[in-house]
């Protein structure tokens, strides 16, 4: 019974800290600007460039062109501060 009991707890532990952990970092990156390409038809829209955890730290993606999705915007990601420090919240379609 006490070994169930602990396996309880160990998994109730890990998934707790598995939902609240945002890969944090102290300073907020500097954006790094990059020229846009030139639209590649008249429906597309630019959709900014992303920042993804990688090796310790974040690392911009490069923006590009899109369609949009069924009438949908584009609701683009940014930079948040916590406690922890900044971490990056991802764009969406909305």
Known sequence: MKRIFLYAVLMICTCNAMWSCKATVATRPE?????????????????EGDWYYSGGRYVQRPGTWVVPRNNRTWAP?????????WYWKKGHWR
């Open 31 to 47: 954006t790094v600007v990059v020229a846009r390409p030139a639209q590649p038809g008249p429906n597309y829209i630019w959709v």
């Open 77 to 85: 990601g940014r930079w948040e501060q916590s406690k922890h420090g």
